[in-house]
């Protein structure tokens, strides 16, 4: 079988033209695949990267109330029961950041870093006077590390003043989602308690229900833990889940994928009839080859064989080849400037493909499918023609 | 004993006839031409008999097989390990040289068969046929009859039991006409091959012993 797949495989590639369509048609196929798995690995990156952006920002469960300042008090803590993994207490303030007479509105919040760390997976290092600075916003006022930060918030008192502090900035931290690294400054919690005089009051607290470094598949284990906290705290107290702020963007994003899977039918279908013309070509051009080497002794069992052979050949190599291309699409989006999306339109700093084994299986299963399916017609071609009657019309044409 | 049977042998195209209540018996080793005018029906049963059709009903029996009740997979192996065909258009495919082209039906061969050894029986019938200059050539670079004689020698590559021919002689003058005919009668007889020719010549079927007459699909001879 082995030296006569070969033959086989030499009669078929005779000729520069069959070469140069074999090798079109592989391109093509490549880039198809390519194109679907990068729009899926897109969206759903998308997805995975919006809420580990959230997550980083704000826990998987964030507790406000509606009378503003709430103490964390061990009542509090035991209303918490068994349903955290951690808990960190935050105060959170609206300001003003001046530097250098540009300023903007940011959202300054007090932490604990150590629990703040446990909570949202972010690595914050914090010292008395110290300011930590989402990375975007050290960009939009062009600060430096070590530069000193002028920070306006309301007193907490009505008729005071707003009071300026001045913070020295100590580093700066990447939430991951455009709004919040361009918005978020962190202070010790001591720091903003002392000078919006809240004594050990909170604002808000973060919850982590799981380790925040990996991803949660079923967010309705989330709602499910919600649901049993809010009957273990007073309705006072609102309990939102980590996407709430941005939910419309994780439904839109279902429902785009949704859409564009439809629309990406258009490229398989483009794939598929580069593969039809491959095999029709092959079918037409080589024809003669095949009805003669039937004649002297090839079945079609053979051919079949060699049919299968050569097309789940292609297949694995165009799979071989968009998965390299989808990995450079990857590199490309993570490192080149000309791919890197405005985070003030796409809500996120950076994008990056995610695709899991499932992706690249379903991508390729029916790229597959698709492949054997026209591969068949131009089997079923050649099948239904008799030896004798391929033999007269290919040789006397 | 014959080693060819055909039993009340008939083959239809649609609802044409072209074959009808053939009863034919052939011995091993035994010359026959096949005679008849165009549209008689004698290219078909030569296609029945080397296995590259089957009757729409009767048997043929070869060899005590009957070929209308192999499989695909055995009658192509049949084909490969049993019967030569030498066609009047030679079949020579023009993307392969003359030697690739002769030492296919090897290639393909799921019988296990020694390349080498075929090629060094093909090289000495290049050389007995006077074509071992055309061998490394493509088959546009020969002449019609160089073109014939490699069609031959690639039909007798495998040593076929059955050596069937359609019209061998059709594109050739009267001269080369009886010089191929006299050609494969003496090969036959080397190979120990049955040999059956198709022919509208009376003169090229008067080289063979036996001689099959067929008229509107039936053996009237």
């Known amino acids: 079988m082995k030296s006569s797949y070969l033959t086989l495989f030499k009669i078929i590639l005779h000729g520069r033209a069959s070469g140069n369509i074999l090798i079109a048609t592989i391109l093509s196929f490549t880039f198809s695949i390519t194109v679907i798995l990068c729009t899926f690995g897109l969206m759903d990156g998308f997805d995975h990267l919006l809420k580990s952006g959230l997550r980083h920002s704000t826990g998987d469960i964030v507790i406000t109330s509606k009378k ?109 989602i455009y709004q919040k690294d361009l918005r978020f400054a962190y202070v010790l919690k001591g720091d903003l308690a002392n000078t919006l005089k809240v004594n050990d009051r909170i604002n808000v607290g973060l919850i982590s229900l799981f380790d925040p470094q990996l991803p949660i598949s079923d967010l309705g284990v989330v709602d499910d833990h919600i649901n049993e906290l809010q009957e273990e705290f007073d309705s006072s107290f609102i309990l939102k889940p980590f996407w709430a702020e941005y939910s419309y963007l994780i439904e839109a994003v279902k429902v785009e994928k949704f859409s564009i899977s439809l629309v990406l039918q258009l490229i398989v279908v483009v794939a598929v009839f580069n593969i039809l013309a491959f095999v029709i070509y092959i079918m037409e051009k080589k024809s003669q080859e095949f009805f003669f080497l039937r004649a002297v002794g090839l079945s079609l069992k053979k051919i079949l064989s060699f049919w299968l052979i050569t097309i789940v050949g292609i297949w694995a190599v165009s799979c071989v080849g968009a998965y390299f291309l989808a990995d450079l699409f990857n590199l490309s989006l993570k490192h080149l400037p000309l791919f890197q999306v405005p985070g003030e339109i796409y809500v996120l700093s950076s994008l990056e493909l995610s695709l899991t084994s499932a992706s690249f299986i379903t991508v390729f299963s029916i790229a597959l499918i698709w492949i054997l399916l026209a591969s068949f017609i131009g089997y079923l071609r050649l099948k239904n023609r008799t030896i004798i009657q391929g033999l007269r019309q290919e040789f006397n044409s | 004993m014959s080693f060819i049977r055909l039993e009340n042998v008939e083959k239809k195209f649609g609802q044409t006839s072209v074959l009808q209540g053939i009863n034919l018996e052939i011995a091993d080793r035994e010359l026959v031409a096949i005679r008849g005018a165009s549209g008689s029906g004698k290219s078909t049963l030569l296609y029945l008999l080397g296995g590259l059709d089957i009757p729409s009903s009767g048997n043929v029996i070869i060899n005590n097989k ?51 050894e075929v090629e060094k029986d093909v090289r000495s019938l290049a050389q007995i046929l006077g074509v071992e200059h055309c061998l490394t050539k493509y088959p546009y670079q020969l002449s019609g009859g160089e073109q014939q004689r490699v069609n031959i020698i690639r039909a007798l590559s495998l040593r076929p039991k059955i050596l069937l021919c359609d019209e061998p002689t059709g594109n050739l003058d009267s001269k080369n006409s009886e010089k191929v005919a006299d050609l494969l009668k003496k090969l036959a007889q080397d190979f120990g091959a049955i040999l059956l020719v198709v022919t509208h010549d009376d003169k090229v079927a008067s080289f063979f012993p036996r001689k099959i007459v067929i008229e509107d699909g039936r053996i009237i001879g």
Not at chain 1, 72 to 81: I, K, Q, R
Not at chain 2, 69 to 94: E, I, T, W, Y
């Open chain 1, 68 to 176: 503003g300042f709430y103490k964390a008090d061990e009542s509090f803590e035991t209303s918490l029961g068994d349903h955290l993994k951690n808990f960190t207490p935050i105060i959170q303030s609206e300001a003003f950041a001046i530097f250098n007479g540009k300023s903007t509105g940011i959202i300054l919040r007090g932490v604990e870093p150590d629990s703040f760390s446990n909570v949202t997976g972010l690595d914050l290092t914090l010292n008395e006077g110290e300011i930590v600075v989402g990375e975007e916003l050290l960009k939009h006022l062009s600060l430096k590390i070590g530069d000193n930060l002028a920070v306006t918030l309301g007193e907490g008192k009505d008729n005071s003043l707003p009071v300026i502090k001045m913070f020295k900035v100590g580093s700066s931290i990447k939430h991951g």
């Open chain 2, 66 to 116: 009957n070929l209308s009740k192999l499989s695909d997979k055995s009658l192509a192996d049949f084909r490969n390990q049993n019967v030569g065909f030498v066609f009047q258009f030679h079949f020579l495919l023009p993307s392969m040289t003359c030697l690739d082209n002769i030492l296919l039906p090897a290639r393909i061969s799921g019988a296990n068969i020694k390349l080498k």
